[in-house]
């Protein structure tokens, strides 16, 4: 069966450091790939999403990038941090685009 | 970006009663879902739908994907504690891998004991 490990559970990093998160899929070969973001509870805003190797697409203009070095491996990061980005960050995945969206248990990032 | 319209936005309910909620959407959508998150955790998928008309149950829980394929809504009978958390709707407008999922903003539910 197809699993979704996202880590750290918890992060507070001060303004300006960086950041690196990290969320692999197993039982599964090219899985489209997610970062989301929420906040406040509510809403699921879509970060970027990934289709394959090193094919990244942005749905918004931010302070984030994302990468994805192995099959199933997607990484989210920053350069410096911003109080605005602190938030809970999911990472999800699925067979195909559009298609039912399997997400691992979220990182909360508190930025301070 | 675009989203789905999703009501209600919070709901207080006494235990043991029934749950309904809804998505509706100005456009076609090919596929319905619906997940639930807990607070803390990452949202769990509950039910697809795949064509419309369709219903479908798991459990207590009960969902419709809406014969005009604009519209879905979740039912959730003899509610319980454990049913609090955040529900989200969510479909797709395109076939195939033409297009990403399309999230509604939730529906907050707390159920009084």
């Known amino acids: 069966s197809q699993t979704i490990h996202q880590w750290p559970a918890t992060l507070v990093q001060p303004v300006g450091s960086p950041l690196s998160l990290e969320c692999t899929v197993e039982?599964?070969?090219?899985?489209?790939l997610y970062w989301y973001r929420q906040a406040a509870g509510r809403g699921l805003q879509l970060l970027f999403y990934?289709?394959?190797?090193?094919?990244i697409s942005s749905e918004v203009p931010q302070n984030l990038s994302a990468s994805r070095p192995q099959d199933r491996q997607f990484i989210l990061s920053s350069k410096k941090l911003l109080l605005s980005d602190s938030g809970f960050y999911l990472c999800?995945?699925?067979?195909?685009?559009?298609?039912?969206?399997?997400f691992g248990q979220g990182t909360r990032l508190t930025v301070v | 970006g675009q989203q789905l319209n999703q009501s209600p936005q919070s709901m207080f309910i006494q235990e043991g009663e029934d749950v309904s909620m809804n998505c509706t959407s100005s456009?076609?959508?090919?596929?319905w879902l619906w997940y639930k998150q807990d607070p803390g955790e990452g949202p769990v998928l509950l039910i697809a739908?795949?064509?419309?008309?369709e219903l479908t149950s798991n459990g207590r829980l009960t969902a419709q994907f809406g014969i005009t394929r604009k519209d879905s809504f979740l039912n959730i009978s003899a509610s319980i504690p454990s049913d609090v958390g955040i529900y989200f709707c969510?479909?797709?407008?395109?076939?195939?891998?033409?297009?990403?999922?399309?999230f509604g903003k939730g529906t907050k539910l707390s159920v009084k004991p």
């Open positions: 999800a995945w699925s067979a195909d685009r559009g298609t039912e969206a399997f």
């Open positions: 039982g599964t070969s090219n899985p489209n």
């Open positions: 990934s289709v394959g190797i090193g094919q």
């Open positions: 456009s076609i959508f090919n596929t």
């Open positions: 739908l795949y064509k419309a008309g």
């Open positions: 969510a479909g797709q407008k395109y076939g195939g891998s033409q297009g990403n999922l399309i």
